[in-house]
Each structure stands twice: as C-alpha cells, then as structure tokens.
C-alpha cells in the first residue's frame, strides 16, 4: 500500500550542535537503510524548508506507524499521512 508522506522537521533550539549532528547522521543511516529496502519507495526535500515529502509502500497504516517511529527525528516530526490508490490515467507500471 503506498502513502503520501510529509514530514516537518523542528528541532528544540537548546539541542547541542553534537546531538543534532549525531540525529542527523543517523536518521541519514535509516533512512537510506529503509529505501535500500523498498519501504521508502521515494524522498524529496521540499525547497526552502526543513521539510521532505515521501512515498512509502507498506503494507498498510500500522507497519507506516511502526517504520516512521523508528526514525531518530520522529520526536522532531510533525507528520502528514494520505493514502494513495492508483490514477486511472497514471501511464507508470509501478504506481501501485
Ligand atoms: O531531512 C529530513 O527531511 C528529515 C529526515 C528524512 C530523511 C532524512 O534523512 O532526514
């Protein structure tokens, strides 16, 4: 099942500049760990802001709740979901 993902990202002011750096590196990791898998099907930065919008395919809305928990910036994140079906005008083999 795909899903429409958009994530915002809002770091506390207070974090250190160390444990920003060591979030981001490792939410680097997961995050190409999880397209590497074909979970994360796509990932795009959205211009001017510290936002990315996301196309997952999982198997339904639990296994997105338990994938995007286990990023490191989930805490950080404010989330958008909406499911995605397939456009009957869509020309592409694997939009579903
Ligand atoms: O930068 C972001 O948009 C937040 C998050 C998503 C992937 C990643 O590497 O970091």
Redesign the pocket.
Known sequence: MLFHVE?T?SLPHDLSSDVVAEL?AT??ER?QELQRSGKWRH?W?VAGR???VSIFDVSGPGELHEVLST?P?FPF?DVKVAPLCRHPSSIREDDT
């Open positions: 994530m990202v981001k939410e680097r995050a990932l930065r510290y936002a990315n990023l910036l994140m």
